[in-house]
């Protein structure tokens, strides 16, 4: 999915699933899925898979940030 930053009215469009949306950047909360260890941005109730570098950029211009750390679990992992 490609997400695109409009600054000068602090807006993103995004294309998802159901189309390109047009939401303000602050409703936006980027979060991590465990089960597919990937950030994803959380639009009107859908979550869309970005990359790092845009989930990075969305909270650099004002996204909630709900990105959780995941650790291995299993007892021979090096983390």
């Known amino acids: 999915m490609a997400i695109r930053i409009e600054e000068a ?6 294309d998802s699933p159901e189309g ?3 939401v303000r950047v602050e409703d936006v909360t980027v979060v991590t899925d465990a089960a ?3 950030s ?7 979550k869309i898979a ?6 990075d950029r969305l909270t650099v211009a ?12 299993s ?3 090096p983390i």
């Open 9 to 14: 009215d602090n807006t993103c469009w995004v």
């Open 20 to 22: 390109i949306e047009h």
């Open 36 to 38: 597919t260890r990937m």
């Open 40 to 46: 994803m941005a959380s639009i009107n109730g859908m």
């Open 50 to 55: 970005i990359t790092e570098d845009e989930a």
């Open 62 to 73: 004002g996204a909630v940030d709900g990105r959780k750390h995941l650790n291995a679990t």
């Open 75 to 77: 007892s021979d992992s």
